[in-house]
């Protein structure tokens, strides 16, 4: 492996004191303490974006709060990067590996939840608020006196916008705009190359606590996945009057999801393919043949291989809907996120910090989620960590789902987070620079950025 | 009424009370077919009855035309056109039929075995004394196998083996010539339907196409490797799926049917289903909408296959068209039955009233004047379990007069209401064309889905 050459980059730390150098136990009892003392602030920010959910893309707002916050503690920032984006940066004392510390600012939409925002549904209903909170959480830690100065290299804090991938037609609208290429928040910063100087990256995500037996997972693997925008067309008629000139593109779509389903037996077990479809528009008067039928589905699975093959299959389902009733369907594949794989050595990093925050029963390996996340991007082409803690309760992306413990969901995350940062940046970074010379990354960015741009298809099929 | 003239008043006397003589011997025939049910191209029993009733009567006839078909003659004096009558012998299959075949299921559930009693009941009051030496021409007595267009993948068969060219008894009959010495033709069929009274005439049915469907997938072990198989059974339900989302384009006054069975789903649960056989129908009033609904019967078939990955064989054979009455001849009819019954049980139902079912009388009706009335005396849904014969009379003694009186009306007088009826009907095609058109109809394609 070429040993990297870390870049200066301005950010707030190392101011040219010469204080004397800390010990590693000395650094995290200073974060730890500092987290304790301020943590209410953390706490703030995670729940006055719960009060101002947005959805991927559209996180104005809460991007405008993270801004403010970044300005207030006098952290340098760019902003506007994939349009509602933000990363700032922490300077250490010497040179030496970046490690990202993420959070997610987009919500989703889940009407009946009870932070939903009443106009558009949007609602944290997968705990992101609490992601921005430990982000700060950490840098607020971090920025405790004497600790940046004595770690080398920097930590650069992602307000990544866009995680769930929903209102797929909206986006692939700014897509066909030419305002974002990727329809997820960090592929879109990966390709801006707003990860081009980071090593490493970590994140937390929230939790319900009835699926776990501890309070912080670790270890998990994710299905990948593409989406699928879907219109069928038909032809408009009389519903009543003259059926019999329409061509029912509503009918299409049922045949088309009837055929999906007859699929489902040939799914392995071991490859945990999702395909969940919704219909976003459904026709437009009752009394008129549906002539333009909007579907939205993921293909979600283990490998980018059994991905391909529950795609193709999804993808002749989808026309023998519109050859059924004489239509045509086109159909828009997206690359969308690909399979997680943690690193080992991150991960036992932050293993031995979590067992010190929350007990050693308190954390346990998880296994396999069938969900996705763009953080399975990023783990394609760098060391990462995506542990979990169990501050909610109900189901995620359910009604709900409403973080109870923000002691856990903010402070402690950002407690375990902050101290793995410090284990990897003291001592001349050398714990970083180990796990770095560990680490076999799948694809280079270059390889990346290719292989989600073959994954790119539009077809129209028509008989 | 008009008054008839006294001599043909006195040969149909004559035929009706011969008929009348022979009252028992007829139901106990029709009785015998009733108990005896062989589903199309496999009346051997049927036709050996037949036969063997012909025999009795003395009335000379050929056997095994259509494998399984009957063709007698009684000859007037004078020569003149001839009319066919007609019976048939197949039943069909009904499961839970009282009078079902326990192991076949054959059934007569559509009351063709009272036809085989009317046919040899005209027979009977023709032969009657007088009747036939009044007479100028012939008349055909025909038994017909398989009206029933059922059991397509061993019609296909006999088809393949040559020993069929098109695939019901009528149309059979056709194509080998043995309505080539005829010139007009009538039968009549029971019904149970109440408002048909004792008996209807006029309306028509749907003509149709026959699918011979068969979706080919790759078998696997069902439980442990689901993802190595095709299931054609899959590609089999997503296609009917698919037909019932064509309905609403079908028009009501199209009287479009489209209706099937699956006759193979698979061979074994713990098999992914490899071969998958679906026999449909597509039916409807005219040529146009019958080809509209064929093509969206063939497109969800496709599409089946399509989402599956599988493969699907359509074989579309050409099947019955529409029902046309002569007109002519319906008159004769209705004067007989009037004569018989009574105008107050009489239906006339208008020419474009159409009962979605179809007949290969059909068939017929577009070379020659044809009639096929309905006579009351069954009970319950025709094809269905119910489906029973309960009143002999109606069913089989008064349209077998009916018939004979027709014919007396059409032979007497030098055939002069025959050859009336010839000059008045100009039939839609000729034999060759007929054939030329139904061959023309007949089309296999092999769709590879993806």
Not at chain 1, 102 to 124: F, K, N, Y
Not at chain 1, 411 to 426: C, F, G, P, R, S
Request: glycine share 12%; aromatic share 4%; proline share 4%.
């Amino acid at each position: 492996m070429v040993e990297r050459v870390f870049s200066t980059l301005p950010g707030v730390g190392y101011q040219g004191s010469a204080m004397p150098a800390m010990t590693v136990e000395e650094l995290k009892a200073s974060v730890l303490a500092e987290i304790d003392r301020r943590g209410g602030e953390a706490v703030r920010i995670a729940k006055q974006i719960l009060d101002t959910p947005e959805p991927g893309f559209r996180e104005q707002k809460t991007s405008r709060l993270v801004a403010e916050e970044f300005r207030r503690l006098g952290i340098p920032h760019e902003e506007g990067i994939a349009i509602t984006g933000l990363k700032g940066m922490l300077a250490g004392g010497t040179d030496g590996p970046t490690v990202a510390v993420i959070g997610e600012l987009d919500s989703l939409i889940v009407q009946g939840h009870p932070h939903a925002d009443p106009q558009t549904s949007a609602a944290h209903a997968c705990g992101h608020h609490c992601q921005i909170g430990m982000m700060f959480g950490v840098a607020l830690g971090l920025m405790a006196p004497g600790v940046m100065e004595s770690l080398a290299g920097r930590v650069a804090l992602f307000a990544a916008p866009a995680e769930e991938y929903i209102e797929i037609e909206y986006r692939d609208d700014l897509r066909r705009e030419g305002k974002i290429e990727f329809l997820g928040g960090k592929a879109e910063l990966l390709r801006l190359g707003a990860f081009d100087d980071v090593d490493m990256a970590m994140m937390t995500h929230t939790q319900s606590g009835e699926s776990m037996s501890g309070v912080i997972g670790t270890g998990a693997t994710n299905n990948g996945m593409v989406a699928k925008r879907i219109m069928f067309t038909g032809r408009a008629a009389h519903a009543g009057g003259s059926p019999h000139h329409g061509v029912n593109a509503l009918n299409a779509a049922n045949i088309a999801l009837s055929a999906i389903h007859a699929q489902r037996e040939t799914f392995r077990d071991e490859d945990t393919i999702r395909v969940h479809p919704i219909i976003t528009q459904g026709g437009v008067a009752v009394s008129s043949v549906p002539a333009d039928v909007r579907m939205e589905t993921f293909v979600r699975g283990r490998t980018t291989t059994a991905i391909a093959s529950a795609s193709r299959k999804v993808d002749r389902a989808l026309r023998a809907g519109a050859m059924a009733v004489g239509g045509s369907v086109t159909v828009t594949t997206l690359p969308g996120y690909l399979p997680i794989q943690t690193s080992p050595a991150l991960t036992h990093l932050y293993i031995d910090n979590a067992r010190g925050l929350v007990g050693e029963d308190g954390v346990e390996p998880m296994p396999h989620r069938s969900g996705s996340t763009d953080m399975g991007d990023l783990s394609q082409i760098m060391p990462v960590i995506h542990p979990y803690v169990a501050a909610a309760t109900g189901y995620a992306h359910g009604a709900d789902y409403v973080v109870k413990d923000y002691d856990l969901g903010v402070l402690t995350a950002a407690k375990a987070m902050a101290m793995t940062v410090v284990d990897l940046l003291a001592g001349g970074g050398r714990r970083g620079r180990e796990v770095l010379s560990k680490h076999r990354a799948p694809m280079t960015k270059k390889e990346y950025l290719s292989l989600m741009r073959g994954m790119f298809n539009e077809e129209t099929f028509q008989e | 009424m008009q008054e008839q003239p006294a001599d043909i008043q006195a040969l149909k006397a004559a035929a009706q009370s011969a008929i009348d003589g022979r009252r028992d011997w007829l139901i106990s025939a029709t009785k015998t077919v009733l108990l005896n049910p062989e589903p199309g191209f496999q009346e051997v029993n049927t036709s050996r009855l037949v036969s063997e009733k012909l025999s009795e009567l003395g009335i000379s006839h050929e056997s095994g035309i259509a494998l399984t078909g009957i063709k007698g003659y009684l000859r007037g004096v004078r020569g003149g056109p001839t009319i066919a009558v007609i019976g048939e012998m197949d039943s069909l299959k009904v499961p839970g039929h009282p009078h079902a075949d326990p192991e076949s299921g054959a059934a007569h559930a559509c009351g063709h075995h009272c036809q085989l009693g009317m046919m040899l009941g005209a027979a009977v009051g023709l032969r009657a004394s007088g009747v036939l030496a009044a007479l100028s021409g012939s008349v055909a007595l025909m038994a017909l196998p398989a009206e029933e267009f059922i059991d397509v993948e061993y019609r296909w068969g006999l088809r393949r083996d040559g020993k069929l060219g098109l695939m019901s008894g009528k149309q059979e009959f056709i194509r080998l010539g043995a309505f080539d010495d005829v010139d007009m033709a009538m039968m009549v069929h029971t019904s149970a339907s109440p408002g048909e009274k004792k008996f209807s005439v006029g309306g028509s049915s749907n003509g149709h196409l026959v699918k011979y469907v068969r979706f080919i997938g790759k078998a696997s072990h069902a439980g442990s490797s689901p993802h190595l198989g095709t299931n054609a059974l899959q590609a089999a339900m997503v296609a009917l799926n698919a037909l019932n989302a064509q309905r609403e384009t079908l028009k009501n006054e199209d009287n479009v049917r489209l209706h099937g069975i699956l006759t193979s789903g698979g061979t074994a649960a713990n098999s992914t289903p490899a071969d998958v056989v679906y026999e449909g129908r597509v039916r409807g009033r005219t040529p146009e909408a019958i080809a509209d609904a064929n093509m969206k019967m063939d497109r969800c078939l496709r599409a089946g296959a399509l989402a599956i990955g599988a493969k699907v064989s359509i074989v579309t054979i050409p099947g019955y068209l529409p029902m046309l009455h002569d007109e002519t001849l319906m008159d004769v009819f209705m004067g007989n039955a009037v004569r018989l019954v009574g105008k107050s049980n009489l239906v006339v139902h208008p020419s474009d009233r159409t009962r979605g079912g179809s007949t290969d009388m059909g068939d017929l009706s577009h070379i020659m004047p044809v009639i096929h009335p309905y006579t009351g005396g069954a009970t319950g849904m025709g094809h269905g379990v119910d489906y029973l014969v309960d009143d002999y009379e109606q069913a089989v003694i008064n349209p077998a007069k009916a018939m004979a009186m027709c014919v007396i009306d059409l032979l007497a007088d030098g055939a002069a209401k025959a050859a009336e009826v010839l000059s008045r009907s100009s039939p839609r095609m000729t034999r060759q064309q007929y054939l030329a058109m139904q061959e023309g109809r007949l089309t296999q394609e092999l769709y590879e889905g993806d």
